[in-house]
């Protein structure tokens, strides 16, 4: 959907410097979303990547058009930059992109950290979470896998429990 060619960084050896450079950039935030449209034979992805589907670093302050080829099934999105609640303005834009679809789609999570806090991934009806610090633990990982029969994902997952309530409320 859209992508940028990112600069090579000189490696940096002054420590605020290289913090400065590890910050989420607008490119970071608005890149690396690619949708993997369905076919009469196969369902469709959407990868989200880190970006929250609207441009701004510290909060959205315009929605990215919609450019998405529309899916007439449910599909598999990946949580947005792990599923972090900074991220939540993805599945307002998820809604609003695809109203009649969006609640019947399965979200999938991987990874993040032990402190991030999740919101909206959680609101999710159909989600799996391949490795979750929130809710199991460190060191805690399962296998996801989801099926297809044919032009439709199956559910519930083949493999995977669902990503529970956090233990810690933020």
Request: hydrophobic share 35%; glycine share 10%.
């Amino acid at each position: 959907m859209n992508a940028v060619e990112l600069k090579r960084i000189e490696r940096e050896t002054n420590a605020m410097l290289m913090y400065l450079k590890l910050t989420l950039t607008e490119q970071n935030v608005a890149s690396l979303v690619f949708q993997r449209v369905q076919t009469d034979d196969e369902p469709g992805v959407l990868f989200l990547g880190d970006s929250r589907l609207a441009f701004g670093i510290d909060r959205p302050v315009r929605d990215f058009d919609n450019h998405l080829v529309q899916p007439d099934r449910p599909l598999v999105y990946t949580a947005a930059h792990h599923g972090s609640r900074n991220n939540d303005h993805a599945y307002k834009m998820l809604g609003n992109w695809l109203p009649a679809l969006f609640g019947k789609s399965i979200a999938v999570r991987n990874g993040g950290v032990w402190n991030q806090t999740l919101s909206g991934f959680l609101g999710a009806k159909y989600r799996r979470c391949a490795q979750c610090y929130q809710c199991h633990g460190s060191g805690w990982s399962q296998l996801v896998q989801i099926n297809t029969d044919g032009p439709n994902w199956s559910w519930p997952a083949d493999q995977g429990g669902k990503c529970g309530v956090p233990k810690r409320n933020r």
